[in-house]
Structure formats: structure tokens, C-alpha cells
């Protein structure tokens, strides 16, 4: 079952811009999935790109919208995913992060961000970045007065194909200096037969102001990003398979409270972005995107 959530914004038409799936606060888990969409609003009319390019990694992170719903069905678990495009405003960026919205996204010009300016950005953000992070809080902030701090659980995936070169992992687990969930992950899947699991590849999963550094991170919350190869999720099959995977693989971790239980942990991005004298510094850009 999936329902649109209502929040308290005057510039969040239905549907836009949250899509929730209602599960059990006792699953110990939220499910995120911040490009699960490769939607943008009428008005915007598709920023002036070929109907192409929405079909590609720049507009969405092809099929884990399908592995976020299947895994969070499986778990008994909430999610939360986005109902617009990354190509709108990028949810999984600081709110000041020179990405945030794309001019130049893997080669594609971007013509309906190309004089974005404040003022729009500012708009893009209350209507849709805003809304996806309320009700992420929302839900965090509810289980934890229920007494079941969830771990909190990011589905993305990536090309096969970067720049030419070709990416040998099947999937990848993101963190930053909390690795309780993703050490037990990264060794089960290395058990099984044939998949070539990366430990913070093909990205780092520290990365100032994303979904997890603003969620989890800053909230002392178990946390693991997943990344899965696009060729492996882009069918219902493959979903499923994966879906299957993480739901066995994460059911005995998620039932352990004193793993879910919050702990606030070193931090790489915090590590990166201050001076010893605490001055803050600009985050580096990452080549891609997470």
C-alpha cells in the first residue's frame, strides 16, 4: 500500500512531492529512496530536455524505486521516497551544495536550470526538497519517542559505465564513520557466490549535508546507504532478487536494539569540512552521483 503524504506546505500540490509507504514502527527501519523518480511537474515543462534523457541515471536512480518498495514490504518497514525529479532539485545535497540543482548533468545541458537563480532555488526547495525532509523527521522523530530508533536505509543505484570504464561492482555500501550496519552487510554479501561488492565504491558514502549526514548521522542513527548496479534492478526479476537479498541480510540486524541503538559516531565530513580552529571549510565535490 502506498499513499501520498500530506504535509504542511501551501506549495506542495498533490501528488508532488513525497511518496510514503506505511510500515511497522517495531521494524526498526526506514527505507529512503531520494531519486526514486524521474518526474517533474507540468510546469517545468521537462527543463527543456529531450524525453530521452529521463530514461537515464541524470534524471532518476533507475530501479530502486522498485528494490525501496519491494525490501520495504518485505521488512514490514516505512518508506519514504521522492516524487520528482533529481533533475529538479537533488534531494541527497546540502542546501548548499554547488549541485543541487544541475546545469550539466554527464554530458546533458540542462536548458530549464540554466538561469535558475536564488529566488527559484529557494522555490524548488520549499516545494519539494523541504517536504521530503519534514517527513523523513517526522517519521524518525515519531519512532523514536515510540522507543525503536530506526536504522536508517538508502537504496540508490548506479551505471554500469562510467566515463568509459566499466564498474566491476555488483552493488556497493556507503558510510561514514557508522559502520554497524554496513561492515555485517559488506561481509554477507562477499559470501555469496559471484557479486564483487564494493566497501564505500564506486562512491564515499561521506558526503556533507546528504540524506544520511542530515538524518542519521547528525542523530547518532544506525545508517547504511546501498548501491546497486542499474542492469541488476532494471527488471522486476532483478528487483526482487535484490530486494530478497538486503530483506534477509538486514532482518537480523534490524532486530538487535542495542545495534539500532543511537550512538553518535566519528565523522568523516565533519573530520573534512572544519579547520582544527573550527572554521568551516567548502565541502569537495564528488565526481558523480550518489
Given at each position: 500500500m502506498t499513499a501520498a503524504v500530506a504535509l504542511p506546505t501551501p506549495e506542495s500540490p498533490d501528488p508532488w512531492p513525497v511518496e510514503s509507504i506505511p510500515g511497522r514502527v517495531e521494524s526498526g527501519a526506514l527505507i529512503l529512496c531520494d531519486h526514486a523518480s524521474n518526474e517533474v511537474p507540468p510546469e517545468y515543462g521537462r527543463l527543456g530536455l529531450p524525453e530521452a534523457e529521463f530514461s537515464r541515471h541524470i534524471a532518476y536512480d533507475i530501479g530502486a524505486a522498485a528494490v525501496t518498495r519491494r525490501l520495504a514490504r518485505r521488512l514490514g518497514a516505512p518508506a519514504i521516497l521522492t516524487h520528482f525529479s533529481r533533475l529538479v532539485i537533488d534531494p541527497n545535497r546540502g542546501r548548499d551544495d554547488p549541485t543541487l540543482v544541475m546545469k550539466l548533468s554527464d554530458g546533458a545541458i540542462v536548458p530549464g536550470n540554466a538561469k535558475v537563480d536564488v529566488a527559484e532555488v529557494e522555490h524548488r526547495l520549499r516545494r519539494f526538497y523541504d517536504p521530503y525532509d519534514v517527513a523523513i523527521a517526522?517519521?524518525?522523530?515519531?519512532?523514536?519517542?515510540?522507543?525503536?530508533?530506526?536504522a536508517i536505509v538508502t537504496v540508490h543505484s548506479f551505471t554500469p559505465v562510467w566515463r568509459g570504464w566499466p564498474r566491476p561492482w555488483h552493488a556497493g555500501i556507503l558510510w561514514d564513520g557508522d559502520d554497524r550496519f554496513a561492515k555485517p552487510l559488506i561481509a554477507e554479501l562477499r559470501e555469496e557466490d559471484g557479486l564483487m561488492i564494493?566497501?564505500?565504491?564506486?562512491y564515499d558514502g561521506a558526503l556533507a549535508g546528504d540524506t544520511v549526514d542530515r538524518?542519521?548521522?547528525?542523530?547518532?542513527?544506525?545508517?547504511?546507504?546501498?548501491?546497486?548496479?542499474?542492469?541488476?534492478?532494471?527488471?522486476e526479476a532483478g528487483a526482487d532478487e535484490w530486494a530478497d537479498r538486503f530483506a534477509r541480510l538486514l532482518g537480523p540486524l534490524l532486530q538487535d536494539?542495542?545495534?539500532?541503538?543511537?550512538?553518535?559516531?566519528?565523522?568523516?565530513?565533519r573530520e573534512r569540512i572544519r579547520r582544527p580552529t573550527g572554521q568551516a571549510l567548502t565541502p569537495p565535490i564528488q565526481d558523480v552521483d550518489p
Open positions: 517526522a517519521h524518525i522523530e515519531w519512532a523514536l519517542a515510540a522507543g525503536h530508533p530506526p564494493g566497501d564505500n565504491e564506486p538524518h542519521a548521522t547528525i542523530r547518532g542513527l544506525a545508517n547504511a546507504l546501498i548501491e546497486i548496479r542499474q542492469d541488476l534492478i532494471s527488471s536494539p542495542e545495534l539500532r541503538r543511537p550512538v553518535r559516531h566519528h565523522s568523516r565530513v
